[in-house]
């Protein structure tokens, strides 16, 4: 894609907190602006390229270009690319660049309308992401601070994936690389090597749906005694785990951690520092 544009943040930035509520599907909504547009945004790490909805881009006025198709949860989706003057979000502004353009559904989030945007690692990774659930507000910061104490585990950007990775132990293996994902709305889901691998013993398991950018997916569902990231030990975390092929293993990732395992934390992501730190609300 031609050209990532120019991001810099506000000095001001410990100021410039950016409050949100949560959609029915588990995610961060707030408001940024692209173009001078105000759009309903949703942050979420596990997406490559932030991405706006084909009804936003008409109404931002982008000239987008068919570009093919990507990889989602629950498939395949097809999507375009569209350059941009701005975007912005608390202490952050970005100037030219562009921006993915795919459909965006009702479902993913559990809404009547989709969101407007995805934020995506492209215009958060340089920057540390401080998450505190309990006041519903996030901030970007200058990689490096730490502004609270908490429990730290391993963060890097995927080299080919480009997307938050960590890693998580359960039952006594050691899974990685795990995505850190604040778009999914549940709690941690594996994929199918990684729960065969890693599976306690005589665990009663259930199906579920999840619903992903690329549609709705049957998974399987457990409640594990359970699950260590770094010095947090989390007690009966719902797991979910992706059929064969699923989006996890499709990129070669162990599974996912979601904002319904993140939400009970406050929550700094860091990959430049190369750290997650949590702290139990």
Do not use: C
């Amino acid at each position: 894609m031609p050209g990532t544009g120019v991001a810099t943040l506000s000095d001001d930035a410990e100021e410039r907190w950016v409050a949100f509520d949560v959609t029915p599907g588990n995610q961060i909504r707030f408001t940024a602006q692209v173009n001078g547009e105000r759009a309903v945004a949703v942050l979420d790490t596990g997406v490559t390229a932030s991405v706006v909805s084909p009804r936003f881009a008409a109404q931002a006025r982008l000239k987008v270009q068919p570009r093919g198709t990507a990889r989602a949860i629950g498939g395949a989706i097809p999507f375009g690319w569209a350059a941009t003057r701005t975007i912005s979000f608390g202490a952050l502004n970005r100037l030219g660049g562009g921006i993915t353009v795919a459909a965006l559904p009702a479902s993913a989030t559990g809404e009547a309308a989709g969101p407007d945007l995805l934020v995506g690692q492209d215009l958060l990774a340089r920057h540390a992401l401080e998450i505190d659930y309990a006041a519903r507000r996030f901030r970007l910061l200058p990689s490096g601070r730490l502004p609270f104490r908490g429990a730290i585990a391993p963060l890097t950007i995927a080299p080919e994936a480009q997307v938050y990775v960590t890693e998580v132990t359960l039952n006594g293996h050691r899974l990685r690389p795990m995505i850190v994902d604040t778009g999914d709305g549940s709690a941690v889901t594996l994929s199918q090597p990684s729960w065969r691998a890693a599976r306690p013993p005589a665990l009663p398991t259930t199906s579920t749906i999840a619903y992903g950018l690329g549609g709705a997916q049957v998974s399987t569902m457990a409640i594990v005694p359970a699950i260590s990231i770094g010095r947090i030990e989390a007690r009966d975390v719902e797991l979910r785990v992706e059929p064969a092929g699923g989006f996890s293993q499709s990129i070669g990732a162990a599974g996912r951690i979601g904002s319904g395992f993140l939400e009970h934390y406050h929550v700094l992501l860091d990959p430049g520092a190369g750290r997650m730190v949590l702290s139990p609300l």
